[in-house]
């Protein structure tokens, strides 16, 4: 149980974050008015992806210094959890952006940037399938995520800031700190990141488990 | 006499490349045939195009031409005779070589796209001197992501559709730089303003080839 605790605060956080992020008061602000609650949902999901796939990219490059099984399946479960949170980014993004910009999609530098980072991505797994023998598959697949997290890194981060953008932040538009000007939004915006960030890991290792029960079943079938 | 590795590899690359001709000009044809098809399409009007009709399909054309010209650099040799070239040298000369003589085609290969571009859709280019340089930055940037991107795919069966899949989104962001700045040298914009451009471009290069040669030597294990 002492091994768990992790999991009881994530339980804890994720509740904290669904209650505190609908109900707290937020600031009247025009535009944004009530939607500004999306942060606690949409901005969590980012770091959240960029935490999970850094956690793969670090399995990867352990992998291709000794090679495991166990290090390969971490690697892609980790990737495929923060994939799964970079679509729920991106449809939560385009959920607030209806509201504010007036259409889901407009062209913004950041929402490109994103969708080009998945693509990347859905590569990374098309490529997995692509390899056949599994000791080829771990170490190819192992190679193009560490490639795949170099670009994403300044597809994210780099490209965006050179354009204007419609986000918040960004291109003369007030960020964080001009709206936060009492700090109730950090009281939940951090807790909201932790929440999320933690069950993305949760699942993460729920899936390699599964994997390596799986792995396990097959060879005691043999 | 002895040569260094590099040259001696080089010195293969264009040995190989002079007795298979066909495939050099068949990449040169490619890219004539590609040109006169725009040309066509537009009516043979061709200073109708513009500017940024002009730009894009110019990267356009270069893109395919580039993924044609470089995704055969580790298929036109037998699989008997990579094994030879392994035993021989290390796994850092031969990425190295592949990359210098692969940057060298894509600089030929853009040279010559602009010569016949240009000479059949028009010239509107404004700052010639900016537009070659960029013309520099991106055949490097071409081939430095190319070139391990074929060595991954000619792992995975040389596979067309996922050399195109893994190579698009890896190379978008840094075709929307190109784009940008020969976009900027067009319009004969002032120098100064196209350099935070140049810098993401060199930074973007560098990380392409650094990748290549650390991640290289993991990949020919195989």
Redesign the interface.
Known sequence: MAKNWWKVLTIALVLYTLWAGLMFQVPRLAILNETIRAMHFHVPMWFGMVILLLISVVYSIRYLAKPSDDLDTRAIEFANTGVLFGILGIITGMAWATFTWGEPWSNDPKQNAAAIGLLVYFAYFILRNALEDPQQKARISAIYNIFAFSVLIPILFILPRLTDSLHPGNGGNPGFNAYDLDSKLRLVFYPAVIAWTLLGVWMSTLRIRTKNLQTFLNDSEK | MRNHPILALLKKEFLLEWRQKYALNGILLYVVGTVFICYLSFSGRGNSVGIPTWNALYWIILLFSALHAISKSFIQERAGRTLYYYSLASPIHIILAKLIYNSLLMLLLSFFALLVYATVLGNPIGDLGLFLLTLVLGSLGFAGAFT??SG?VS???N?AT?MA??S???I??FL??VMKLSKNAIDGLDRASSF??IL?LI??NA??FA?SLL?FP??W??
């Open positions: 391990l991107l991954i792992k995975a069966g596979n996922l899949i893994l698009f989104p890896v978008l962001p929307l730089m935070d451009e993401v930074s973007l990380i392409t990748l991640l993991f990949l294990r195989s």
